[in-house]
Protein backbone atom coordinates (compact mmCIF):
# COMPACT_ATOMS: atom_id res chain seq x y z
CA UNK A 1 0.00 0.00 0.00
CA UNK A 2 0.78 3.51 -0.99
CA UNK A 3 2.64 4.89 2.35
CA UNK A 4 0.73 8.19 1.04
CA UNK A 5 -2.89 6.63 0.72
CA UNK A 6 -5.45 5.84 3.19
CA UNK A 7 -8.19 3.84 3.17
CA UNK A 8 -11.32 4.22 5.26
CA UNK A 9 -12.46 1.13 7.15
CA UNK A 10 -15.05 0.07 4.90
CA UNK A 11 -13.35 0.32 1.58
CA UNK A 12 -10.09 -1.22 3.07
CA UNK A 13 -12.60 -4.17 4.16
CA UNK A 14 -14.23 -4.43 0.65
CA UNK A 15 -10.74 -4.53 -1.19
CA UNK A 16 -9.32 -7.27 1.12
CA UNK A 17 -12.49 -9.42 0.57
CA UNK A 18 -12.78 -8.43 -3.09
CA UNK A 19 -16.05 -7.43 -3.28
CA UNK A 20 -17.10 -4.44 -5.54
CA UNK A 21 -16.50 -1.15 -4.91
CA UNK A 22 -16.89 2.17 -7.06
CA UNK A 23 -15.01 5.45 -6.70
CA UNK A 24 -15.88 8.83 -6.70
CA UNK A 25 -14.51 12.14 -7.56
CA UNK A 26 -14.69 15.47 -5.17
CA UNK A 27 -14.21 18.60 -7.67
CA UNK A 28 -18.09 17.91 -8.58
CA UNK A 29 -18.90 18.50 -4.94
CA UNK A 30 -16.39 21.45 -4.63
CA UNK A 31 -16.69 23.00 -7.82
CA UNK A 32 -19.10 20.96 -9.87
CA UNK A 33 -22.23 21.82 -7.18
CA UNK A 34 -23.27 24.91 -5.45
CA UNK A 35 -23.52 24.00 -1.55
CA UNK A 36 -26.07 22.20 -0.03
CA UNK A 37 -27.30 20.10 -3.25
CA UNK A 38 -23.33 18.92 -3.62
CA UNK A 39 -23.10 17.75 -0.38
CA UNK A 40 -26.67 15.98 -0.30
CA UNK A 41 -25.88 14.79 -4.27
CA UNK A 42 -22.59 12.90 -2.92
CA UNK A 43 -24.24 11.52 -0.04
CA UNK A 44 -27.18 10.55 -2.49
CA UNK A 45 -24.98 9.07 -5.42
CA UNK A 46 -22.85 6.95 -2.18
CA UNK A 47 -26.41 5.17 -1.28
CA UNK A 48 -27.27 4.41 -4.78
CA UNK A 49 -23.85 2.96 -5.15
CA UNK A 50 -24.91 0.66 -2.02
CA UNK A 51 -28.25 -0.15 -3.64
CA UNK A 52 -26.42 -1.65 -6.29
CA UNK A 53 -24.35 -4.10 -3.91
CA UNK A 54 -21.02 -2.21 -4.31
CA UNK A 55 -19.36 0.03 -1.71
CA UNK A 56 -18.88 3.94 -2.54
CA UNK A 57 -15.11 5.50 -1.88
CA UNK A 58 -15.23 8.91 -2.42
CA UNK A 59 -12.38 10.19 -3.54
CA UNK A 60 -9.94 13.44 -2.08
CA UNK A 61 -7.22 14.60 -0.46
CA UNK A 62 -7.25 15.58 3.09
CA UNK A 63 -4.58 17.09 5.41
CA UNK A 64 -1.83 15.48 2.54
CA UNK A 65 -3.52 12.83 2.61
CA UNK A 66 -4.84 10.38 -0.06
CA UNK A 67 -7.89 9.32 1.00
CA UNK A 68 -10.37 6.61 -0.70
CA UNK A 69 -13.56 6.69 1.45
CA UNK A 70 -14.36 9.87 3.14
CA UNK A 71 -16.91 10.20 6.51
CA UNK A 72 -20.14 12.20 5.80
CA UNK A 73 -18.09 15.08 8.33
CA UNK A 74 -15.06 15.18 5.32
CA UNK A 75 -17.65 15.28 2.40
CA UNK A 76 -19.98 17.93 4.63
CA UNK A 77 -16.07 19.83 4.69
CA UNK A 78 -15.19 20.01 0.85
CA UNK A 79 -19.11 21.05 -0.02
CA UNK A 80 -19.21 24.02 2.90
CA UNK A 81 -15.90 25.30 1.68
CA UNK A 82 -16.63 24.44 -1.89
CA UNK A 83 -14.14 26.59 -4.69
CA UNK A 84 -11.98 27.28 -1.62
CA UNK A 85 -10.95 23.59 -1.57
CA UNK A 86 -7.65 23.59 -4.35
CA UNK A 87 -8.84 21.52 -7.04
CA UNK A 88 -5.99 19.17 -7.61
CA UNK A 89 -5.29 17.56 -10.71
CA UNK A 90 -2.11 15.47 -11.15
CA UNK A 91 0.61 18.09 -11.08
CA UNK A 92 -1.03 19.55 -8.00
CA UNK A 93 -0.85 16.48 -6.59
CA UNK A 94 2.89 16.52 -4.67
CA UNK A 95 2.96 20.22 -3.56
CA UNK A 96 -0.95 19.80 -1.70
CA UNK A 97 1.00 16.02 0.04
CA UNK A 98 4.19 17.78 0.41
CA UNK A 99 2.22 20.58 2.30
CA UNK A 100 -0.07 18.76 3.88
CA UNK A 101 -2.63 20.44 2.40
CA UNK A 102 -6.71 19.60 1.06
CA UNK A 103 -7.73 18.64 -2.46
CA UNK A 104 -10.64 17.90 -4.50
CA UNK A 105 -9.51 15.81 -6.94
CA UNK A 106 -10.50 15.12 -10.66
CA UNK A 107 -10.94 12.78 -12.86
CA UNK A 108 -7.20 12.32 -13.57
CA UNK A 109 -6.06 12.82 -9.19
CA UNK A 110 -9.44 10.02 -8.87
CA UNK A 111 -7.83 7.71 -11.48
CA UNK A 112 -4.52 8.12 -9.77
CA UNK A 113 -6.05 7.61 -6.12
CA UNK A 114 -8.57 4.57 -7.31
CA UNK A 115 -5.46 3.01 -9.26
CA UNK A 116 -3.45 3.38 -6.22
CA UNK A 117 -6.02 1.75 -3.64
CA UNK A 118 -7.06 -0.91 -6.87
CA UNK A 119 -10.17 0.18 -7.76
CA UNK A 120 -11.31 -0.33 -11.20
CA UNK A 121 -14.77 1.49 -11.48
CA UNK A 122 -15.27 5.44 -11.46
CA UNK A 123 -18.37 7.07 -11.29
CA UNK A 124 -18.67 11.03 -12.48
CA UNK A 125 -20.74 13.45 -14.04
CA UNK A 126 -18.75 14.87 -17.25
CA UNK A 127 -14.89 14.65 -17.73
CA UNK A 128 -12.14 17.22 -18.70
CA UNK A 129 -11.39 17.15 -22.65
CA UNK A 130 -9.60 19.50 -25.11
CA UNK A 131 -11.18 22.87 -24.82
CA UNK A 132 -12.40 25.10 -28.01
CA UNK A 133 -10.17 27.24 -29.31
CA UNK A 134 -7.43 24.96 -27.97
CA UNK A 135 -5.40 25.04 -31.33
CA UNK A 136 -3.87 28.14 -30.38
CA UNK A 137 -4.54 28.02 -26.16
CA UNK A 138 -3.21 24.26 -26.44
CA UNK A 139 -5.94 23.95 -23.22
CA UNK A 140 -6.01 20.19 -22.88
CA UNK A 141 -7.47 18.44 -19.06
CA UNK A 142 -4.78 16.32 -18.10
CA UNK A 143 -8.12 13.64 -17.77
CA UNK A 144 -7.48 12.73 -21.22
CA UNK A 145 -3.50 12.08 -20.03
CA UNK A 146 -4.78 9.87 -17.15
CA UNK A 147 -7.03 8.03 -19.15
CA UNK A 148 -4.32 6.82 -21.06
CA UNK A 149 -1.95 5.91 -19.00
CA UNK A 150 -3.97 4.98 -15.50
CA UNK A 151 -6.20 1.49 -15.81
CA UNK A 152 -9.53 2.80 -14.46
CA UNK A 153 -12.36 3.04 -16.38
CA UNK A 154 -14.38 6.12 -15.97
CA UNK A 155 -18.23 6.44 -16.69
CA UNK A 156 -19.58 9.69 -17.34
CA UNK A 157 -22.48 11.13 -19.26
CA UNK A 158 -20.37 12.35 -22.24
CA UNK A 159 -18.50 15.52 -22.35
CA UNK A 160 -19.96 19.09 -21.96
CA UNK A 161 -19.61 21.31 -25.55
CA UNK A 162 -18.00 23.92 -23.44
CA UNK A 163 -15.05 21.41 -24.86
CA UNK A 164 -14.72 20.92 -28.39
CA UNK A 165 -16.10 17.41 -28.80
CA UNK A 166 -14.43 16.46 -32.11
CA UNK A 167 -11.14 17.26 -30.90
CA UNK A 168 -11.73 15.45 -27.56
CA UNK A 169 -12.45 12.19 -29.79
CA UNK A 170 -9.69 12.97 -31.86
CA UNK A 171 -6.69 13.05 -28.90
CA UNK A 172 -8.58 9.82 -27.48
CA UNK A 173 -8.16 8.02 -30.32
CA UNK A 174 -4.57 9.12 -30.84
CA UNK A 175 -3.65 8.07 -26.56
CA UNK A 176 -5.62 4.91 -27.46
CA UNK A 177 -8.53 5.04 -25.00
CA UNK A 178 -11.86 3.52 -26.26
CA UNK A 179 -14.76 5.84 -26.31
CA UNK A 180 -17.88 3.50 -25.75
CA UNK A 181 -21.69 4.46 -25.44
CA UNK A 182 -23.50 2.57 -23.42
CA UNK A 183 -26.67 1.60 -25.13
CA UNK A 184 -25.75 4.31 -27.47
CA UNK A 185 -23.98 5.01 -30.85
CA UNK A 186 -23.94 8.89 -30.64
CA UNK A 187 -21.34 10.68 -28.46
CA UNK A 188 -24.15 12.06 -24.99
CA UNK A 189 -23.05 15.64 -24.20
CA UNK A 190 -23.82 15.66 -21.05
CA UNK A 191 -27.14 17.42 -20.64
CA UNK A 192 -28.47 16.28 -23.84
CA UNK A 193 -28.25 12.76 -25.37
CA UNK A 194 -27.11 13.92 -28.74
CA UNK A 195 -23.77 15.67 -29.69
CA UNK A 196 -23.81 15.19 -33.57
CA UNK A 197 -20.41 12.89 -32.91
CA UNK A 198 -19.84 8.99 -32.92
CA UNK A 199 -18.55 6.74 -30.18
CA UNK A 200 -15.91 4.10 -30.99
CA UNK A 201 -18.12 1.35 -29.95
CA UNK A 202 -21.78 0.97 -28.65
CA UNK A 203 -21.85 -1.79 -25.68
CA UNK A 204 -25.61 -2.40 -24.20
CA UNK A 205 -24.42 -4.49 -20.59
CA UNK A 206 -22.30 -4.23 -17.53
CA UNK A 207 -20.79 -7.61 -18.64
CA UNK A 208 -19.45 -6.39 -21.57
CA UNK A 209 -18.20 -3.26 -20.41
CA UNK A 210 -16.42 -5.34 -17.81
CA UNK A 211 -15.14 -8.02 -20.28
CA UNK A 212 -13.88 -5.31 -22.88
CA UNK A 213 -11.63 -3.38 -19.54
CA UNK A 214 -10.46 -6.60 -18.46
CA UNK A 215 -9.38 -7.81 -22.33
CA UNK A 216 -6.97 -3.70 -22.21
CA UNK A 217 -5.78 -4.89 -19.29
CA UNK A 218 -4.96 -8.72 -19.91
CA UNK A 219 -3.00 -7.68 -23.35
CA UNK A 220 -0.98 -4.76 -21.06
CA UNK A 221 -2.41 -2.53 -22.62
CA UNK A 222 -2.73 -0.58 -19.47
CA UNK A 223 -4.67 3.00 -19.53
CA UNK A 224 -8.40 3.45 -19.08
CA UNK A 225 -11.60 2.97 -21.17
CA UNK A 226 -14.27 6.23 -21.11
CA UNK A 227 -17.50 5.21 -21.18
CA UNK A 228 -20.42 7.45 -21.69
CA UNK A 229 -23.45 6.62 -20.37
CA UNK A 230 -26.65 9.67 -22.00
CA UNK A 231 -28.81 11.16 -19.36
CA UNK A 232 -32.16 10.08 -19.10
CA UNK A 233 -34.66 11.29 -21.77
CA UNK A 234 -36.72 12.95 -19.14
CA UNK A 235 -34.36 15.06 -17.30
CA UNK A 236 -32.25 16.01 -20.95
CA UNK A 237 -32.44 19.01 -21.86
CA UNK A 238 -33.36 21.21 -24.58
CA UNK A 239 -30.37 21.77 -26.82
CA UNK A 240 -30.82 25.03 -28.40
CA UNK A 241 -30.91 26.81 -24.61
CA UNK A 242 -27.45 24.87 -23.35
CA UNK A 243 -25.67 25.54 -25.97
CA UNK A 244 -26.73 29.15 -25.99
CA UNK A 245 -25.97 29.64 -22.03
CA UNK A 246 -22.37 27.44 -22.97
CA UNK A 247 -21.53 30.17 -26.14
CA UNK A 248 -22.42 33.07 -23.96
CA UNK A 249 -20.34 31.53 -20.88
CA UNK A 250 -17.26 30.78 -23.09
CA UNK A 251 -17.67 34.18 -24.85
CA UNK A 252 -18.00 35.56 -21.13
CA UNK A 253 -14.70 33.73 -20.25
CA UNK A 254 -12.89 34.84 -23.15
CA UNK A 255 -13.48 38.74 -22.28
CA UNK A 256 -12.33 38.40 -18.71
CA UNK A 257 -9.34 36.60 -19.14
CA UNK A 258 -10.24 33.56 -17.56
CA UNK A 259 -7.51 31.17 -17.75
CA UNK A 260 -5.81 27.98 -17.09
CA UNK A 261 -7.45 25.36 -14.14
CA UNK A 262 -9.94 28.30 -13.94
CA UNK A 263 -11.50 28.17 -17.11
CA UNK A 264 -13.44 24.71 -16.69
CA UNK A 265 -15.45 25.73 -13.02
CA UNK A 266 -15.73 28.92 -14.36
CA UNK A 267 -17.64 27.72 -17.48
CA UNK A 268 -19.68 25.33 -15.48
CA UNK A 269 -20.97 27.63 -13.33
CA UNK A 270 -21.50 30.32 -15.28
CA UNK A 271 -23.51 27.75 -17.73
CA UNK A 272 -25.81 26.95 -14.16
CA UNK A 273 -26.20 30.55 -13.73
CA UNK A 274 -27.48 31.20 -17.29
CA UNK A 275 -29.87 28.24 -16.60
CA UNK A 276 -30.73 28.55 -13.32
CA UNK A 277 -31.75 25.58 -11.37
CA UNK A 278 -33.10 23.01 -14.61
CA UNK A 279 -28.93 22.30 -15.20
CA UNK A 280 -28.85 21.42 -11.30
CA UNK A 281 -31.67 19.03 -11.10
CA UNK A 282 -30.06 17.32 -14.75
CA UNK A 283 -27.30 17.16 -13.14
CA UNK A 284 -27.79 15.40 -10.27
CA UNK A 285 -29.58 13.03 -12.25
CA UNK A 286 -27.13 12.18 -14.80
CA UNK A 287 -24.91 11.47 -11.88
CA UNK A 288 -27.13 8.84 -10.61
CA UNK A 289 -27.85 7.47 -13.30
CA UNK A 290 -24.07 6.84 -13.83
CA UNK A 291 -23.85 5.63 -10.54
CA UNK A 292 -26.13 2.98 -11.04
CA UNK A 293 -24.19 1.29 -13.98
CA UNK A 294 -20.79 1.65 -12.46
CA UNK A 295 -21.99 -0.43 -9.14
CA UNK A 296 -23.23 -2.88 -12.30
CA UNK A 297 -20.07 -2.84 -14.00
CA UNK A 298 -18.16 -3.27 -10.45
CA UNK A 299 -20.84 -6.35 -9.41
CA UNK A 300 -19.03 -7.46 -12.88
CA UNK A 301 -15.45 -6.95 -12.54
N1 LIG B 1 -16.82 18.77 -16.42
C1 LIG B 1 -18.06 18.71 -15.88
N2 LIG B 1 -18.18 18.70 -14.54
C2 LIG B 1 -17.08 18.72 -13.70
C3 LIG B 1 -15.77 18.75 -14.30
C4 LIG B 1 -15.70 18.78 -15.64
O1 LIG B 1 -19.04 18.68 -16.60
O2 LIG B 1 -17.23 18.72 -12.49
C5 LIG B 1 -14.57 18.76 -13.40
C6 LIG B 1 -14.04 17.32 -13.23
O3 LIG B 1 -13.48 17.20 -11.94
C7 LIG B 1 -12.96 17.26 -14.27
C8 LIG B 1 -12.38 18.64 -14.19
O4 LIG B 1 -11.99 16.27 -14.02
O5 LIG B 1 -13.50 19.49 -14.02
C9 LIG B 1 -11.59 19.02 -15.42
O6 LIG B 1 -10.92 20.21 -15.20
P1 LIG B 1 -9.82 20.70 -16.26
O7 LIG B 1 -10.58 20.95 -17.53
O8 LIG B 1 -9.24 21.94 -15.67
O9 LIG B 1 -8.83 19.58 -16.41
MN1 LIG C 1 -7.19 23.15 -18.63
Known amino acids: ?3 YLDLSP ?7 QGQPVVALESTIISHGMPYPQNVETALRVEQTIREGG ?7 IIKGRLKAGLTHEEIEYLG ?15 VLVARQQDGATTVATTMIIAALAGIKVF ?24 LARTPVMVICAGAKSILDLGLTLEYLETK ?29 TPEELAATFQAKQAMGLGGGMLVTNPIPEEYSMDPERI ?32 TGGDSLASNIQLVL ?9 ANKL
Open 243 to 274: NAAIDEAISDAKRLGIHGKETTPYLLARVKDL
Open 10 to 16: EVASAMQ
Open 176 to 204: GVPVIGYGTEELPAFYTRKSGFKVDYRID
Open 80 to 94: KKGPLVTKASRRDLP
Open 123 to 146: ATGGVGGVHRGAETTMDISADLEE
Open 54 to 60: AVPATIA
Open 289 to 297: NNARLAAQV
Open 1 to 3: MNT
